[in-house]
């Protein structure tokens, strides 16, 4: 089973950045779109940004304009820069396939954002 390893939360101010990011062994990331997601305790986790093979992206509303995802086939990668970082942002964060979560989830990245 393929469990990606996520990594690059911390605890930023509002409004600064930061950037995360997401590997798994062997290349299978290379024949996937993928996608970033979110999830707050007791809410359900929800898609935030996703990238196709082509690397067409697309957003959650609440991120458009502030988020950019992107690949890297090469190194089996896929990242989020986040800037302009809201509390609204504080969450633990995944990666896995997009639009349907196919890879065991991993441990994910706390994301904190304090106002």
């Known amino acids: 089973q393929v469990q990606p390893v996520e990594s690059g939360g911390g605890l930023v101010q509002a409004g600064g950045s930061l950037g995360l990011s997401c590997v798994a062994s062997?290349?299978?990331?290379?024949?996937?779109?993928m996608g970033w997601y979110r999830q707050a305790p007791g809410k359900q986790r929800e898609l935030v940004a996703g990238?196709?093979?082509?690397?067409?992206?697309n957003y959650a509303d609440s991120v458009k304009g502030r988020f950019t995802i992107s690949r890297d086939n090469a190194k089996n990668a896929v990242y989020l820069q986040m800037n302009s970082l809201k509390p609204e942002d504080t969450d633990v964060y995944y990666c896995?396939?997009?639009?349907?979560?196919?890879?065991?989830w991993g441990q994910g990245t706390q994301v904190t954002v304090s106002s």
């Open positions: 896995n396939t997009f639009p349907t979560a196919y890879f065991t």
């Open positions: 062997g290349s299978i990331f290379s024949i996937r779109s």
């Open positions: 990238i196709t093979l082509r690397s067409s992206t």
